[in-house]
């Protein structure tokens, strides 16, 4: 976002969008506060007014950053046909996507990796509520792409399927962050492949006898 855009915003938000864009790039142990203060454009009163610690701009920081990234992994899985993928009580899926949508973000030159992954790695349980918003994340990461499942699979099997899908996710993210072009388009492969093993799995409840 350019200067004279976060200029015209209210402060809180200035101070918030500031903050995400230097949490995620460069780190929240690396980015102080005066660093933030500075580029937002507000006095140390004003930013203090709004959040009394750098604690609470981290956890406001989370927050955000949860609402961007689930909304534009719902978009992007709907890019990608998700839904018409699955077939009405059919073995049909869409897990294919979620490696299309993750290639789709490691190629974003703005991609640093999962800021919840970083955000527990650098300050775990040291900023409380943090490590809480990062679970929370990575539920609601669960419950989208449960959703890319046949209805007629069993809830147990459908839970099970999405978590691992989920931690290949993860791993992919991580895989990627690691190193250049080349090394994410590796991890989407390996992704792909997880994908693949994991809809052959799948095996739809058996239909109920009177």
């Known amino acids: 976002m350019d200067f004279s855009t976060l200029a015209s915003l209210p402060a809180r938000e200035r101070i918030l969008l500031t903050a995400h ?12 506060i005066d660093r933030v203060i500075a580029a937002s454009g507000v006095t140390k009163v004003t930013f203090y007014r709004h959040f009394p610690s750098k604690d609470d701009l981290v956890c ?57 992954i970083n955000s527990v790695v650098e300050v775990g349980s040291s900023v409380t509520g943090a490590s809480d918003i990062a679970r929370e994340h990575k539920r609601e990461m ?55 093993a994991l809809g052959a799995s799948l095996v739809p409840a058996a239909p109920a006898t009177a």
């Open 60 to 116: 406001a920081f989370l927050d955000h950053r949860h609402g961007l990234w689930m909304a534009w992994f719902v978009d992007a899985l709907g890019r990608r046909g998700a839904q018409e993928r699955i077939g009405n009580g059919q073995p049909q899926h869409a897990l294919p996507v979620l490696a299309d949508a993750m290639a789709e973000w490691f190629a974003d030159p703005a991609f640093r990796g999962c800021a919840f």
């Open 21 to 32: 864009d230097l949490f995620y790039a460069d780190g929240i142990r690396a980015t102080g």
């Open 142 to 196: 669960v419950e989208v792409i449960a959703g890319l499942l046949p209805e007629a699979l069993a809830g147990p099997q459908r839970t099970a399927i999405a978590q691992a899908a989920a931690l290949g996710i993860d791993g992919a993210i991580v895989k990627a962050q690691m190193g250049g072009a080349a090394q994410a388009r590796e991890a989407v492969d390996d992704l792909r492949r997880l994908l693949q």
